[in-house]
């Protein structure tokens, strides 16, 4: 019993905090391919900016005395959100709409894209010093711990608030892109200009208050993965750059422009992630009673070593990329 | 005073002019039909009309005033309409969604006009969870007719609906284009079949070279001897 | 005519505008010798050739080639990694002890796993297919990979226990260079063969991803790099600073002279390359990479065999990134895994590239060392401005501002994402554009 616990605290809880925040980054990664054909290299950094934008509004509370209930970097997302959602759109208007309109090509709005990153993560750093920062400096972390004993086991279940919050909070945000994309004027046109722009500018849409639209979710999206992810590690100004290649990875694995395809390849690079550096011999200790005399299961039967678990979402990407370019589910093509 | 009138349009993209001075004239009854030789600018008349390129010469006007280089968005909500040659439905969207994307421009209730597109192609009411990247060719270019009729247009332009098709659905697709024709859009449409198109076309031009070299009603070019020589293969 | 206008038309053409801007950087670089002293601005000047040769690599891959390499980074960590095997000193412990033999073993492991893996690609001769066809190779791979891992862990584990290291060879750095090259010369054809065909924004993302894992393996093989615990000091292959004071030269001189030893060697190894390259660039040979990058599905038409050209442009590249990257670890005395940041060693390339004028290696050459002297004056400028913001707003009663001297460093990422967004929106071509010559 004890092991399958100690599986689900491992693998099953930290695979799905680490997939919705995939999951939500892959998103407005797959979302910008789709509407403006260039991969948004400085996705991450709109991440890491919403987490700041975040913690500065959780200070300005802390220093009102104002106390809530949940953490507080939980509570003044809405505002983050909304506050990430005009950055990002100042973003598209000041670096990449003048590019768009002189025709400019997919690689010259990617290389922009790491020019934003790199203001982006300087002026962070700049303001906040390049230093590890949490959001429970005031606060505790509450930890739930489910007690296992009537089942056998000696050791909870324990999951902290925040991953909670984050499985609902990405539970409800997935269910509200889902109706806005199926059910509404503006979702509808999305998928509408995703599939077809040429057709959707002769149709009548507003292909430029679409664009909008599209950069207001994925803003609002990567802010609530960046305060997702500061609250369950902690925020430094380099938070989302190592995780903006896992997320690219997420997004092609899903199918670039496809937005349930990225929800699905978020999860799915997490959980590789995950079990590929898990320690099998955690969960298979029972089995030694089974060997032979002498034999005993090495200590560490984890596939791949700790400290390669990100090179498990670029092997995945690479084979992905060589064996079906378009993702699993069929992407955008060119 | 005509529903569209074009005169001396000069328009290509950014190099040489592809158009050198068009002019037509169609009512709100009438079906106009362009023809003429590869690369005499039939196309790029409807997208110089539609917009999607350069008018640098000459005036387009539309109910009255002239509509040169105005931008699709802004066409739709008073009456244009356009159906692209290739690739004109969004395959990944369903039926019904296609012809939703059709009525964007309009804020108004639009369940009663996609009664009406269902009435004219019953097909399509069928199929109207399916996404358009399933259906039949022929079908295709009814979701596509469909979508641009959803907008209530005065005015239907279409890029050689028949391409493509076998012949059993061009009969189909010109007879539909007579149907809505009835209910009082203007049609204007370029076509390849061009003696079949002619046939019940009530204004007929035929460009060449980016210029107006005929005009007529469909039965006159057909009748006239230099016509049919030259552009209708004899 | 006025005055005004004879001037831009003048600037306008590409020699003049481009000695006026050498010019120009000359007396930067003199502006800053004389504020940072002499031993300063050598200093920066031998870092700026070594990525002068990076920058030109970046170039043969991206400006003849249109090619996206995100991978520099990892490029320049093989060069450090071969200068350090290369040059490094004999370690007698580990030659002496049982990690030789363990390492042959771990070998051996890994030349059986890729005949398995091989083997098992072979099935399909069989007339294996499909699913059946995919199983047996991961499975393939799966046991060659616990094969060789069963053998590397143990040998590590020992290397790392007894000797610490490896070890180098102890032999001249020039000859470090070249194998860096040549390591980074093998690395790129294979990732060139696997990621090539991909569209552009695939293809960075790839490379960024292939970087990355070059970078973990390197930080992480401790028994073969020392891992984050980095290699120094490492020799030079001109005389040092402390010989040179041994030799009863002063302190303060011994580090000018000694500097300036290891810039002529350096520039003297640009000034080759960059000749070879020109020339290439004029010929035959830089005509048909053009006419591929300009129009592929033309020149493959005409019978050039696009791939392989294209395979070749990113082996030359990587080259010269090989030996950049080995000589700047050579110079700087030290190898360290942990040092090494997409931003410091890819993107700042980039900007080089973009800012020079892809596809002329006069304008990359301006660009990598107008950049480099940017980038590391940035530093000093911020720091000046931070410290006197820093007295405004004690004297306002709120207080110092923290941290200046690590938050200064980081003006330099913001000046770099300033520059690279402002290149692409005024001067989409660089400052020295590629001239298009139009025989006859």
Same mark, same amino acid.
């Given at each position: ?334 | 005073?005509?529903?569209? %009138? ?10 040489? /002019? ?18 003429? /030789? ?47 040659? %290739? ?87 010109? %007879? ?6 009835? %209910? ?51 | ?440």
């Amino acid at each position: 019993m004890d092991e399958l616990i100690f599986f689900i605290n491992r693998v099953l809880i930290s695979g799905t905090v680490l997939g919705s925040i995939y999951a939500l980054g892959a998103i407005g990664v797959t979302l910008i391919f789709g509407i403006l054909r260039f991969a948004h290299f400085a996705h991450g950094d709109m991440m890491t900016m919403g987490a700041f934008i975040a913690f500065v509004l959780a200070g300005l509370c802390a220093a009102l005395g104002i106390v809530t209930p949940l953490p507080t970097g939980f509570v003044v997302l809405p505002v983050a959100m909304v506050i990430a959602a005009f950055l990002a759109l100042g973003i598209d208007k000041g670096f990449y709409a003048p590019l768009r309109k002189r025709g400019a090509k997919p690689v010259t709005m990617l290389i922009a894209s790491i020019g934003v990153t790199l203001m982006i993560q300087g002026l962070i750093r700049l303001i906040f010093g390049s230093g590890t920062r949490s959001f429970y400096d005031t606060e505790p972390k509450d930890i739930f711990r489910i007690d296992m004993s009537a089942f056998g086991g000696t050791r909870p279940i324990s999951i902290t608030e925040p991953q909670v919050l984050m499985f609902v909070v990405t539970a409800l945000l997935v269910i509200a892109l889902h109706l806005f994309l199926t059910r509404s004027r503006l979702g509808k046109a999305m998928r509408a200009m995703a599939d077809n722009a040429d057709l959707a500018q002769v149709s009548g849409i507003n292909t430029a208050l679409v664009v909008r639209v599209t950069w207001v979710i994925a803003g609002s999206l990567a802010c609530v993965a960046g305060v997702m992810l500061a609250l369950d590690v902690a925020l430094m100004p380099d938070l989302a750059f190592n995780i903006v290649l896992p997320i690219f990875a997420a997004a092609i694995v899903g199918g670039l422009g496809h937005a349930y395809g990225a929800i699905v390849g978020g999860f799915l690079i997490a959980f590789a992630e995950t079990l590929a550096v898990f320690n099998w011999t955690a969960v298979l200790r029972p089995l030694n009673g089974l060997l032979p005399e002498g034999m005993a299961l090495p200590a560490n039967l984890a596939l791949v070593p700790t400290e390669y678990k990100l090179t498990v979402a670029f092997v995945i990407l690479v084979v992905t990329l060589l064996v079906r370019p378009t993702g699993i589910f069929k992407g955008v093509s060119t | 005073m005509a529903l569209i %009138e074009l005169r001396n349009v000069v328009g290509g993209y950014g190099g040489a /002019p592809i158009l050198n001075g068009v002019n037509m004239a169609i009512e709100q009854s009438d079906i106009g039909v362009i023809v003429g /030789p590869n690369g005499a600018g039939k196309s790029t008349t409807l997208k110089a009309i539609f917009g999607l390129l350069r008018v640098t010469g000459g005036t387009i006007e539309f109910g009255g005033r002239n509509i040169a280089n105005s931008l699709p968005d802004a066409l739709v909500p008073i009456g244009l309409s356009f159906v692209p040659q %290739e690739k004109n439905v969004f395959t990944t969207l369903s039926v019904e969604e296609n012809l939703e994307m059709g009525a964007f421009t309009r804020r108004d209730d639009f369940k009663d006009t996609m009664d009406w597109v269902y009435q004219m192609f019953p097909v399509l009411a069928e199929k109207r969870r399916q996404p358009a990247g399933e259906l039949s060719g022929g079908q295709r270019q009814m979701v596509a007719m469909g979508r641009a009729l959803m907008s209530k247009p005065t005015l239907l332009m279409l890029d050689e609906p028949s391409a493509g098709l076998s012949p059993r659905y061009v009969i189909e697709i010109f %007879e539909t284009i007579m149907r809505v024709n009835k %209910e009082g859009v203007g049609i204007l449409m370029v076509e390849q079949n061009a003696r079949q198109a002619l046939a019940f076309a009530s204004r007929g031009f035929v460009l060449a070279n980016g210029q107006n070299r005929f005009t007529g009603t469909g039965a006159e070019l057909i009748a006239d001897p230099e016509v049919a020589k030259s552009f209708l293969g004899g | 005519m006025s005055a005004a206008e004879a001037e831009i038309r003048w600037l306008d053409r590409p020699l003049y505008r481009g000695i006026a801007l050498f010019i120009a950087l000359f007396f930067l670089v003199a502006a800053a010798g004389v504020s940072q002293g002499s031993a300063s601005m050598l200093l920066i000047l031998v870092q700026a050739t070594g990525f002068a040769l990076i920058a030109l690599g970046l170039n043969i891959q991206w400006g003849y080639g249109g090619l996206f390499n995100f991978a520099i980074m990892g490029f320049l960590m093989v060069g450090g990694a071969a200068v350090t095997f290369i040059s490094y000193p004999v370690n007698a412990s580990f030659w002496n002890s049982d990690g030789p033999m363990l390492l042959g073993r771990a070998l051996l492991a890994f030349l059986i796993g890729a005949a398995l893996v091989y083997a098992a690609r072979q099935t399909r001769r069989l007339g294996l297919r499909g699913f059946g066809y995919g199983l047996v190779v991961v499975l393939a791979w799966f046991i060659a990979y616990v094969i060789y891992r069963s053998q590397i862990d143990p040998a590590a584990a020992y290397i790392e226990s007894t000797a610490g290291f490896i070890g180098g060879l102890g032999l001249n750095p020039v000859l470090g260079w070249l194998f860096g090259g040549l390591l980074a010369a093998a690395i790129a054809y294979f990732v060139g063969k696997i990621s090539l065909g991909l569209r552009t924004d695939y293809l960075a993302i790839a490379t960024i991803g292939i970087s990355e894992i070059i970078r973990a393996l390197i930080k992480n093989m401790d028994w073969l790099t020392r891992g984050t615990m980095s290699v120094s000091p490492m020799p030079w292959p001109t005389p040092l600073p402390q010989a040179l004071q041994a030799n009863g030269v002063g302190i303060a001189d011994s580090f000018v002279q000694a500097r300036l030893g290891f810039l002529a060697l350096a520039v003297a190894l640009l000034v080759i390359i960059f000749y070879v390259i020109q020339r290439a660039y004029g010929g035959p040979w830089g005509r048909m990479m053009r006419a591929i990058r300009d129009n592929h599905i033309a020149a493959g038409s005409m019978g050039k065999d696009v791939t392989g050209r294209q395979l070749e442009l990113f082996v030359l590249g990587s080259i010269l990134m090989g030996i950049g990257g080995a000589m700047l670890v050579s110079f700087s005395q030290i190898f360290d895994p942990s040092g090494y940041q997409p931003i410091n060693h890819t993107f700042m390339i980039w900007v080089m590239v973009i800012v020079g004028g892809a596809g002329n290696s006069w304008g990359v050459l301006l660009g990598s060392l107008l950049i480099y002297v940017v980038w590391v004056l940035s530093d000093p400028a911020a720091q000046l401005i931070f410290v006197n913001l820093s007295t405004l707003t004690q004297n306002m009663g709120w207080g110092a501002i923290p941290e200046i001297d690590s938050r200064a460093l980081q003006m330099r990422v913001f000046v770099l994402g300033v520059v690279i967004t402002i290149a692409l929106r005024f001067a989409p071509k660089g400052l020295i554009p590629e001239v298009i010559r139009r025989e006859g």
